[in-house]
């Protein structure tokens, strides 16, 4: 079956760094475009990053220029470097895989900054 698992987050200081990690398995991961999503007590899941399968990026405005997504096909997984962390950037992160017709969600990994 489709897993895709998140690792990487916890608690930071403002303007600290994290790195998110996705796992992925039971998909051809080549083929999907991933994103990661990420969502705020209160608040609607929005999307952070995407990458297409052929490498094409795409950012949020409130992170472009502080994080970075990158996938790496070898071995199914695709991180978000995180830098100059900001106390609204708190959520939960998901990682999401989506083909047409076809999307898949982790469970999410939990971002607290804080000082």
């Known amino acids: 079956q489709v897993q895709l698992v998140e690792s990487g987050g916890g608690l930071v200081q403002p303007g600290g760094s994290l790195i998110l990690s996705c796992a992925a398995s039971g998909i051809i991961f080549s083929s999907y475009n991933m994103n990661w999503y990420r969502q705020a007590p209160g608040k609607q899941r929005e999307l952070v990053a995407g990458i297409t399968s052929g490498g094409s990026t795409n950012y949020a405005d409130s992170v472009k220029g502080r994080f970075t997504i990158s996938r790496d096909n070898a071995k199914n997984t695709v991180d978000l470097q995180m830098n100059s962390l900001k106390p609204e950037d708190t959520a939960v992160y998901y990682c999401?895989?989506?083909?047409?017709?076809?999307?898949?969600w982790g469970q999410g990994t939990q971002v607290t900054v804080s000082s």
């Open positions: 999401n895989a989506k083909y047409p017709f076809r999307a898949y």
